[in-house]
């Protein structure tokens, strides 16, 4: 079992910034692969941004400006950091992780939420204009 939990999220407006934080605990291995993902009200959860199991970070085209992911490996922590928030970043965010084995991102599928087994609850961040 693993347990994810974010925090960070919060109200701020247009042009502000976040951290968003994910702490992982249990059975998880370091070479996981992790990601962020969004879902914004009435509509598909997408994803943000991904930590593979070699340590190669990607950040999804529409948002690779302005976030950046890290990973801290000895506290376990995934970070989000988001600049120059817009409206229409406002969504839940959650953190994911893959246990299914080594996943690389030049790998397919590494963007499909089904590629990921836990999930945390998420934290919401809203953009006022």
């Known amino acids: 079992q693993v347990q994810l939990v974010e925090s960070g999220g919060g109200s701020v407006q247009a042009g502000g910034s976040l951290t968003l934080s994910c702490a992982a605990s249990?059975?998880?291995?370091?070479?996981?692969?992790m990601a962020w993902f969004r879902q914004a009200a009435g509509k598909q959860r997408e994803a943000v941004a991904f930590?593979?199991?070699?340590?190669?970070?990607k950040v999804v085209d529409a948002v690779k400006e302005r976030f950046t992911i890290s990973r801290d490996k000895v506290k376990n922590t995934l970070i989000l950091q988001m600049t120059n928030l817009q409206p229409e970043d406002t969504a839940m965010y959650y953190c994911?992780?893959?246990?299914?084995?080594?996943?690389?991102?030049?790998?397919?599928?590494?963007?499909?939420?089904?590629?990921?087994?836990?999930w945390g609850q998420g934290t919401q961040v809203t953009v006022s204009s």
């Open positions: 994911a992780t893959s246990t299914q084995g080594l996943f690389s991102i030049r790998w397919p599928g590494y963007d499909a939420p089904t590629q990921y087994d836990y």
């Open positions: 249990g059975s998880i291995d370091k070479r996981n692969m």
């Open positions: 930590v593979d199991s070699y340590g190669i970070t």
